[in-house]
């Protein structure tokens, strides 16, 4: 006897003696077998779910695995380089020092441009002579400075404004 034919078998026996019991017996057991087979697919579900949980977990898992390994490796090649070539290594902390220089620099710089440079203004604006050197070089650390022919007051404007 085959398996198919064991089924067979078996399933006709199982037929003979379900015909033979009680109605409400029937129902029940075709609502339990429907039950079971129900409980069945939603284990299947889950079990199907955690499997793919399990894949993409065991993935991700590798996939930060192999990056700390690339990290390592290049953590490695780098101190390696520093050694091997004696530079020093750059620091995090000295390149923020330098952003909070450069900042500073960059704020301090339309202020201190206007006196450092030479001026530009180069005629009194109220009796339109001629500055002097002194006059200029007056303008140029002071900032301002009195016409020598008509006292009046110049300053030296950003150049940014004058031009
Ligand atoms: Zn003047």
């Given at each position: ?29 075709i ?9 069945a ?88 002579a ?34």
């Amino acid at each position: 006897m085959s398996e198919a034919d064991t089924i067979v078998f078996y399933w006709q026996d199982f037929a003979n003696w379900f015909v033979t019991i009680p109605l409400l017996a029937q129902i029940l057991l075709i609502i339990a077998a429907f039950a079971i087979i129900a409980l069945a697919i939603i284990l299947v579900y889950y079990v199907l779910k955690g499997v793919a949980y399990l894949i993409y977990y065991l993935f991700k898992g590798l996939y930060y695995l192999f990056k700390g390994i690339g990290m390592g490796i290049y953590k490695l090649g780098e101190a390696l380089y520093y050694a091997i070539s004696g530079k020093q290594k750059p620091i995090k902390q000295a390149s923020v020092e330098t952003e909070i220089k450069e900042q500073f620099i960059q704020v301090k710089t339309p202020i201190g441009r206007s006196y450092n440079e030479p001026s530009r203004i180069s005629f009194c604006n109220e009796c339109g002579a001629k500055f002097t050197r002194k006059m200029n070089e007056q303008l140029n650390t002071k900032g301002q400075v009195y016409c020598v022919h008509c006292g009046n007051i110049i300053y030296n404007m950003p150049i940014d404004i004058v031009s």
